[in-house]
């Protein structure tokens, strides 16, 4: 019998020990076919292993969101400073050219809007296989609320999703959302992120938390963190740092891009810790210096 405590004697995470090498950069993704390998150099650099995903799918839940009033002229221009433009179908068709060359990762799953208590009751998938690959998708995210009212239909979407993403090739991002009443403890991003690992989930998105290296350490696949509420930049560079020297492979960031005062800036400072190894002081000084260009 599973015990649901486990965790807690959960210790060992063997720092010193890397990855398996399996012949592919990506982190447990080197048993996988040429396609899904394919995708999964568009989401991740081959060069660094890393990724600055930006998300901009808050609307599906949110509506009208602060900087997301227009994504045609709020987040259109600030693509070419990402890898992978995360969004609804519906956000992409309408409003970023199809003459992209990012990689798309698609916001696959609904759940209850801003108006319900708990979102994770309408938990579901949103869109098939089918208009994912028309759309030419590099990866389906997928919402789960492990813990949540609705950790049954997101899992159970996970693992639908996972299925068909291996019938074509396509990785599932594997999105932990953390309902109103669940902590943002190590212990439990520990769980959540390696369930959805478990279940299927070629590379997972997470929050950044106390002892991240733990949950980077036992997540069997790359890890990013979003950003989460709008932060002062300094922060928000100092958080993707640390996240990046714990074992973080990118961020999924939102607000703390698009809500920035200079958000083209703040994307390519982002993209400088991520890709270039700057430090959290060096790349505020960088953001400051094409802020004020
Ligand atoms: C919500 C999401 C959002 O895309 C995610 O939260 C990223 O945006 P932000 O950095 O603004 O938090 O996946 O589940």
């Keep these: 019998m599973a015990d649901a405590v486990g965790n807690k004697a ?40 890393n990724t600055v995903m930006l998300a901009f799918d808050h609307g599906y839940i949110m509506g009208s969101t602060a900087g997301l009033e227009r994504l045609d002229v709020t987040i259109a221009p600030l693509c070419e400073y990402a890898d992978v433009l995360m969004g609804t179908r519906g956000a992409i068709r309408s409003c970023i050219p199809p003459t992209t060359k990012k990689a798309i990762c698609l916001r696959a799953t609904h759940d209850s809007s801003v108006l319900f208590e708990d979102m994770s009751l309408g938990s579901g ?5 089918e208009d994912a690959l028309r759309m030419n998708a590099a990866a389906l995210a997928i919402q789960c609320f492990v813990g949540g009212a609705g950790e049954r ?17 396509v990785p599932v991002l594997g999105v932990t959302a953390v309902g109103k009443e669940m902590a943002r403890t190590t212990q439990y991003f520990l769980l959540a992120t390696r369930i959805l690992a478990e279940l299927g989930a070629s590379a997972v998105k997470t929050y950044y938390c106390e002892d991240f290296e733990k949950v980077a350490a036992s997540c069997p696949v790359p890890i990013v963190i979003a950003g989460g509420k709008k932060l002062p930049e300094a922060e928000a ?27 083209a800036a703040m994307c390519q400072a982002v993209a400088a810790v991520v890709h270039r190894g700057f430090d959290a002081k060096r790349a505020y000084e960088y953001y400051l210096e094409l802020a004020n260009a």
């Design 10 to 49: 959960a210790k060992d995470y063997h720092f010193d020990v890397p990855a398996p090498d399996q012949g592919f950069f990506a982190r447990g993704l080197g048993h996988t076919d040429w396609g899904m390998k394919n995708r999964i150099s568009r989401l991740f650099s081959p060069e660094t292993g």
């Design 125 to 129: 998938l949103a869109m098939d296989m």
């Design 153 to 169: 239909d997101s899992l159970e979407a996970l693992c639908r999703a996972a299925d068909a993403g291996y019938r074509y090739g």
């Design 237 to 263: 560079l100092e958080m993707a740092w640390r996240a990046m020297s714990e074992g973080a492979r990118g961020v999924d960031m939102g607000r703390n891009i698009f809500q920035s005062e200079h958000p």
